[in-house]
Each structure stands twice: as C-alpha cells, then as structure tokens.
C-alpha cells in the first residue's frame, strides 16, 4: 500500500523552527520525494526534492538558507528543517513521490501525495 504521512505541523511565533516528518511506505523506498506547499488562494509551490540516494533539488529561492530536507532511508522517512519562519510560510505543507532519480520542481510530475500538515506563522 502506497502511504505518505505528514506531520510536525502546528502554530508558531515568526523566527521559531519546525521540523517537519514525512513517512512513506516501503513500496516509496526508490522514489524521490518532495515538500510542496499552498497557501489559501494561492498556487502549490515546490519547496525541495531528495532521491533515495541523497541528491537534492532546491531548496526555492523562498525558502533558500532557511529551509533544508534529509532523509533516513532506514525508517523512511524525509525531513523538513524549517527555520527563521515567517508569517508568510503559513500554509498547509505537503510530502510526495514520484520514480524518478531527477526530481522536478512541477507538482503535476508527483504521482502519490499525502494528506498534508498545517504550519501557522504569527507575527
């Protein structure tokens, strides 16, 4: 079964961290995987991809010194380092899959999507 579990989602002040968790089932084991993120009204926006084999893509411009993915092939799991957060990260952050050794950036590339995890930033 293909599963991808977001969490470490909640309300923080701006300048806090967050470190957000993305579980995949062992069938997602060779996929890359990325965080995206959309905020209400807006476009889903990549933030930064990672293979299996630890190559990135990204972080976006937006995010750039501040965000940072890892991954721990051992438990599945990929990992969003958010720091310096400010009100306009708010939005709901999501992990997906896609077979793929080059990662993109495009949200249609993605085949498997979990359900997201909130973040609020308050200023």
């Known amino acids: 079964q293909v599963q991808l579990i977001e969490s470490g989602g909640g309300l923080v002040q701006a300048g806090d961290s967050l470190r957000l968790s993305c579980r995949y089932s062992g069938t997602l084991s060779m996929y890359s995987i990325a965080w995206f993120r959309q905020a209400p009204g807006k476009e889903r926006e990549f933030i930064a991809a990672?293979?299996?084999?630890?190559?990135?893509?990204g972080p976006s411009d937006s995010v750039k010194d501040r965000f940072t993915i890892s991954r721990d092939n051992a438990k599945n799991m990929v990992y969003l380092q958010m720091n310096s957060l400010k009100p306009e990260d708010t939005a709901v952050y999501y992990c997906?899959?896609?077979?793929?050794?080059?990662?993109?950036?495009?949200?249609?590339?993605?085949?498997?999507w979990g359900q997201g995890t909130q973040v609020t930033v308050s200023s």
């Open positions: 997906a899959a896609d077979q793929t050794v080059y990662p993109g950036t495009e949200f249609p590339l993605y085949e498997y």
């Open positions: 990672i293979t299996w084999s630890d190559i990135k893509t």
